[in-house]
């Protein structure tokens, strides 16, 4: 296992914010991080974990005494029958969707543009689109999830029913859990068709990000869309007075920008004044993206 020291979290997330582990883990083997995440959890009772660190807010003035980093551990890809297949958690998505795809299968392709592994993929039930008009999300493909179960140190199979995924939820956020992989099963899909898919939302991602910058995707999970484009407004107009390096997005709302040198505080004080604001006008907020405080 390589054990770094003082190591900073701004590093690891695309967000590039974030203070200190004293001790950041990278277990190399299953056996390796199921002995270590137990450890911490008996003695702790919180263990934190980051994978693609793209759904991440940490906060830079306080230190995280031991965090895991899941990029080694769990690497096994496995076809276990025509479709069906079992990804280790430490894959990244774009690695699962090219094997998927060299043998025919697939269906959820668009995830291409997420810095993410595939446990971080389970944990939120990543997917494409809004609530309302959902394109689909990782949960449609889920037969089990293979999870070490913190209170018993046990290997435990969760069907897709007890994941109880819902709109960029699931069980594990529960953090009783560490993903250890999952098996799914896919749509067969023409190869072409796959390559299509894939170049489309690439152009997208092109087109809609501002690359560069550090960033988590979507803030929010449940908003009021016309509240926020208010209130992204009021801040570029400068009637919202504020001098932080993180902005909104110029094309999305929902998505906030690291400038450069934007802090933990900038970020909290841009979500707070959106949380405050929607509560003074009587509507729903929660956030997305997973924060560390
Ligand atoms: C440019 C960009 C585009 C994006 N587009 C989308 C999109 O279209 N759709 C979408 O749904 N999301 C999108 N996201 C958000 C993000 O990619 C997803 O939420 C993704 O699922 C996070 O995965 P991750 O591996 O980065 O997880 P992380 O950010 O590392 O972790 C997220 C949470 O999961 C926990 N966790 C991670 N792995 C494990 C594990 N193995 N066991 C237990 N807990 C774990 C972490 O502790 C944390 O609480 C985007 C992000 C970016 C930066």
């Known amino acids: 296992m390589i054990v770094l020291n003082n190591e900073p979290l701004g590093k690891r997330t695309t967000f590039h914010i974030g203070g200190p582990a004293g001790k950041l883990y990278i277990p190399e083997t299953e056996a390796e991080l199921t002995k270590k995440a137990k450890e911490i959890y008996d003695r702790d009772h919180k263990v934190y974990v980051i994978s693609g660190g793209s759904n991440l807010l940490i906060n830079d003035k306080r230190e995280f005494p031991e965090v895991i980093v899941m990029s080694?551990?769990?690497?096994?890809?496995?076809?276990?029958?025509?479709?069906?297949?079992?990804?280790?958690?430490?894959?990244?998505?774009?690695?699962?969707?090219?094997?998927?795809?060299?043998?025919?299968?697939?269906?959820f392709e668009e995830l291409i543009g997420l810095p993410a592994l595939f446990g971080g993929?389970?944990?939120?039930?990543?997917?494409?689109?809004?609530?309302?008009?959902?394109?689909?999300?990782?949960?449609?493909?889920?037969?089990?999830?293979?999870?070490?179960?913190?209170?018993?140190?046990?290997?435990?199979?969760?069907?897709?029913?007890?994941?109880?995924?819902?709109?960029?939820?699931?069980?594990?956020?529960?953090?009783?859990?560490?993903?250890?992989?999952?098996?799914?099963?896919?749509?067969?899909?023409?190869r072409g068709d796959a390559a299509a898919r894939i170049q489309k939302r690439r152009e997208h991602c092109k087109k809609n990000f501002e690359y560069g910058k550090g960033c988590f995707g979507s803030c929010f999970m449940r908003f009021c869309g016309p509240l926020l484009r208010t209130i992204s407004t009021l801040y570029k107009k400068r009637i919202f007075k504020y001098s932080g390096k993180v902005k909104f997005a110029s094309n999305n709302a929902n998505w906030i920008y690291n400038e450069g040198g934007g802090t933990f505080d900038d970020a909290m004080k841009l979500i707070r004044q959106c949380k405050r604001l929607h509560k003074m006008t009587f509507q729903k907020l929660e956030c997305e993206v997973i924060i560390w405080e």
């Open 72 to 107: 080694k551990a769990c690497k096994e890809m496995t076809q276990l029958k025509d479709g069906t297949f079992y990804f280790g958690a430490s894959n990244r998505i774009q690695k699962v969707i090219s094997f998927v795809n060299k043998l025919g299968y697939g269906g």
């Open 121 to 190: 993929i389970i944990y939120m039930n990543a997917g494409i689109g809004r609530e309302s008009a959902p394109l689909f999300t990782i949960s449609e493909f889920i037969d089990s999830v293979k999870a070490l179960e913190l209170e018993t140190g046990k290997i435990v199979t969760l069907s897709a029913e007890e994941c109880a995924f819902g709109h960029r939820t699931s069980v594990f956020k529960n953090n009783k859990y560490i993903i250890l992989g999952a098996q799914i099963t896919c749509r067969e899909v023409d």
